[in-house]
């Protein structure tokens, strides 16, 4: 995968990509600065070409990441048993923040944002820690941040390709795909 991304744009930047292109409008409009926060694939995908390595934190988190950067949308991957209740997209309030997995205090205001009955726990570019994957998850959550202009056959590989990752490290498992679209 990683030689995938390099070998793609080794000549044209990334910028170039359509569904990159769609990720960046669909943060515009939601009034984010796709340069000041970038798309967790975008990211990713930049680390990978620059070098700079790649960061390993478990099976789950590390495929999730590849296949992110793979087909260039955001992901959020969460514990989803320690989610409270049902998960609802919104838009952060003012004054709202919550502790992310990298930085501690993630400023929530105007952006999109995921939440259940305890409070926020990520958005397209930076996730909670309170519900972040660890050595003891049994049950994940893994959400597509996908602009309406990516064709529903294009998700629906992307999320094939992550069960197909998922499947030798996680043995039989219960999947449940759920596709919102506008």
């Known amino acids: 995968m990683v030689d995938y991304i390099k070998k793609t744009f080794a000549k044209d930047p990334l910028s170039s990509n359509e569904i990159i292109g769609h990720v960046r409008r669909l943060y515009r409009r939601i009034g984010w600065e796709p340069t000041r926060y ?7 995908a930049r680390r990978i070409l620059q070098n700079k390595g790649w960061y390993r934190i478990n099976n789950a ?7 992110s950067a793979r087909f260039h949308l955001p992901m959020g991957l969460y514990d989803l048993d320690k989610i409270n209740g049902p998960v609802q997209v919104d838009v ?5 923040s919550y502790e992310g997995i990298s930085k501690s205090e993630i400023h929530a205001e105007g952006k999109l944002i995921l939440r259940d009955q305890t409070g926020i726990f990520g958005n397209p570019t930076a996730d909670s820690k309170r519900t972040s994957v660890d050595a003891g998850t049994r049950n994940i959550l893994a959400v597509f941040f996908t602009p309406p202009e990516v064709s529903v056959p294009y998700l629906e590989k992307t999320l094939n390709t992550l069960i197909q990752y998922y499947e030798p490290i996680c043995g039989r498992t219960e999947k449940r795909i759920l596709i919102f679209k506008d």
């Open 92 to 96: 952060g309030r003012p004054d709202e």
């Open 38 to 44: 970038r798309p967790s694939s975008e990211a990713l």
């Open 61 to 67: 988190v590390d495929l999730s990441n590849l296949v």
